[in-house]
């Protein structure tokens, strides 16, 4: 029997929320784990939250928050998140739990025992306003940090160091022997070129923060995150090593192109290091874009991949996992687009499997007394049979190479295969000349083919899957291992069987319907092409919004505030950085968009208007918003909300 399969997605840092890109990796590693399930694998995936470091410390000081009550709550949205998209991970694990700091300390201790880690100095240039060191290309000329205005000093902080380079030979000795051992081939040939050129040790402690595993023997020290981090693949394992790890299971690592070093090269090193087996694959994926434009964090906020699970209309959970699987290539960059969207919704899953279902139902109803009829096939079917049979095998080798999308293409070649069919057999005619025979094999084979699809569409479409095998009068689907219910040939053996009651599985979208849509579910977001343009001086060009609750109103905290400094941001010419008084101990940093519309000196001394309760946004380099303006109109000419000069600063708007 197959070994068993163990698939992961990267763990999820916590500063920021579940969006389409971690999605993404997340749905694909589900279907690849049903696929394999399917074939009577032991298939597990793991995914979760990553959950030390600096930044993750930060981000919950901005809230004012504990560390741990932060990751508490945001890892919560992670777990809750994915169920919703049908996703079901075996497990979940934090970076937090004791299950992983205790073995991720003893894997550290393996190396340490090994002589590959050594106490050195990590040197850089430091702000003491961030207490952080920061690379040179964060900083201003002069290496002024951007957010304090002052000069970083040059630091030197005693670090234990990992023995990398030690490892450069035994790493592409491993990649020659082991060709698929990093995939795509473009993603492995960048990483052995990068190896090539030379590795340099790797500091893997910190100490000028605590937020994170302390190093064994000096807890001083605690852990560079991506030691901690990477770990988790095998941590959480914990007494089930021996069954889902090399040697004896299959482990496959998707992750990002971004984070792809970390898991080719680090991770290996460390594991050879450990004297640990490495994984067996590791799969780098592309970026999405969504509607052409790269995912900034507003727009990653802005496309809720729930939100658009909770979209029935195009399937529901089973349209957007269809989405992302057949048209993102994997190992490619991609696009997300809503308009594609619904009109790959409609084609493919409306007018190509949805209307075999229901014509088949519809055909059955009418000429076969809704019951499986007896088949008795011509030259036609055993073409049929034989062009079914190639593609229900290319579909199986696609999910085994990891190219879903390629899996679902032949797919729904069966589906458009068996619409082709049911015209050229033109069983309604059929009838019409009283052949019997003619119309029983043909809906016989049409229903063994759906039955067919509901199988090699359930990775993708699980729900979906079952509800079109409930209008067949078939179980759910429910794999066991060592049971391969993948389907090898179309089989008759249900002849007699009573067929269920048909529903539209996927009704399609018209016109309307897809507006109202677009409307409801492109980000609102500047650049977008979403929103239908208001005419100007014609404000009612504005589409109509759905009411809320005044609860919902209540709960924004709109404060007048006094601007006290502004300043452009460097690099950023939309960017404005403002220090507002809104009552507080402290002005408050505010980044607003507003440098094409006004100087900077033309704010100082303005009463704005304030949403003082936004989670603060980071726009990268240290630079963080807590707060936001009121203004309207387009951001070359907008202009801003104000207050009379009577308002106090921090003065609630009601
Ligand atoms: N915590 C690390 C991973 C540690 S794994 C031991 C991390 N986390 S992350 O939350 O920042 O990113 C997780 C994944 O999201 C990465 O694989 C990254 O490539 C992916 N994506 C982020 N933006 C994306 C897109 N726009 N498109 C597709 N995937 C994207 O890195």
């Known amino acids: 029997m197959a070994r068993p399969f163990y698939v992961t997605t990267p763990i999820y840092y916590v500063n920021d929320v579940p969006h389409l890109g971690t999605a993404y990796t997340t749905i694909v590693a589900d279907a690849l784990r049903r696929y394999e399930r399917l074939r009577g694998r032991d298939a597990r995936m793991l995914t979760g939250t990553d959950e030390h470091g600096q930044k993750i410390e930060r981000a919950a000081t901005a809230q004012n928050q504990s560390p741990i009550a932060f990751v508490d709550q945001v890892s919560a949205r992670f777990r809750e998140a994915w169920p919703k998209l049908l996703v079901e991970a075996d497990d979940f694990i934090r970076t937090t739990e004791p299950r992983h700091e205790k073995l991720v300390q003893s894997i550290w201790e393996r190396v340490a025992k090994k002589g590959d880690i050594y106490l050195g100095e990590h040197e850089g240039l430091y702000c003491f306003g961030c207490e952080e060191f920061k690379t040179e290309k964060e900083l201003l000329p002069g290496n002024v940090c951007p957010l304090h205005q002052r000069p970083t000093e040059r630091l030197k902080e005693p670090t234990y160091l990992f023995k990398l380079k030690d490892y450069e030979q035994e790493l592409l000795d491993f990649y020659d022997a082991h060709p698929g051992f990093i995939q795509p081939e473009t993603r492995r040939n960048e990483v052995i070129a990068f190896v090539k050129g030379g590795l340099r040790d790797l500091s893997v402690s910190r100490t000028s923060f605590s937020w994170g595993v302390p190093v064994p023997g000096d807890p001083k020290h605690v852990m560079y995150v991506w030691f901690d981090a990477l770990a988790n693949y095998w941590t959480a394992l914990g007494e089930q090593q021996s069954k889902y790890w090399e040697p004896n299971g299959e482990v496959v690592h998707l992750v990002g192109k971004d984070i792809l070093r970390f898991h080719a090269v680090y991770w290996p090193a460390f594991l050879m290091s450990a004297g640990l087996p490495l994984p067996t694959k590791v799969f780098a994926h592309g970026f999405l874009t969504i509607d052409g434009q790269k995912m900034s964090k507003s727009l990653r906020n802005a496309v809720d991949p729930v939100r658009l699970a909770e979209t029935e209309e195009i399937g529901g959970p089973d349209g957007l996992r269809y989405q992302l699987l057949r048209y993102v290539a994997f190992g490619q960059d991609g696009d997300f687009d809503h308009r594609a969207m619904i009109e790959r919704y409609n084609a493919d899953l409306g007018k190509n499997l949805g209307n075999l279902l229901s ?296």
């Open 359 to 654: 014509r088949t139902l519809g055909l059955c109803a009418k000429l076969a007394g809704n019951k499986v009829p007896s088949y008795q096939p011509t030259d036609l079917e055993h073409e049929f049979e034989k062009q079914a049979h190639a593609l229900i095998q290319s579909a199986a080798n696609a999910w085994t190479e990891l190219a879903p999308h390629r899996a679902l293409e032949e797919t729904l070649a069966l589906s458009s295969l068996a619409n082709q069919y049911v015209d050229r057999a033109a069983p309604w005619a059929e009838a019409k000349k009283g052949n019997q025979a003619r119309v029983d094999t043909t809906l016989a084979l049409l229903l063994e083919t759906l039955r067919v699809l509901s199988v090699l569409v359930w990775p993708a479409i699980p729900r979906k899957a079952d509800a079109l095998r409930a209008q067949l009068a078939l179980a759910p689907i429910a794999p066991r291992v060592g049971n391969d219910s993948w389907p090898t040939k179309l089989a008759f053996d249900r002849a007699g069987q009573a067929l269920g009651a048909a529903s539209a599985l996927f009704p399609t979208v018209d016109k309307d319907g897809e507006k109202a849509l677009l409307e409801r579910l492109q980000p609102k977001t500047e650049g977008a092409p979403a929103a239908p343009a208001a005419v100007p001086g014609h404000p009612s060009a504005v589409p109509a919004v759905a009411t809320i609750p005044y609860e919902q109103f209540a709960a924004v905290d709109l404060r007048v505030g006094l601007v006290k400094t502004a300043t452009k941001v460097p690099k950023k010419d939309k960017l404005l950085q403002l220090e507002v008084d809104l009552g507080e101990e402290k002005p408050r940093t505010i980044i607003a968009g507003l440098a094409l519309s006004f100087a900077p000196e033309q704010l100082v001394g303005q009463r704005v208007i304030v949403v003082a309760n936004l989670a603060p946004r980071d726009f990268g380099k240290g630079l963080v918003s807590h707060g936001m303006l009121l203004a309207a109109g387009p951001s070359e000419a907008l202009q801003l909300a104000t207050a009379p000069d009577t308002a106090a600063p921090g003065a609630k708007l009601k």
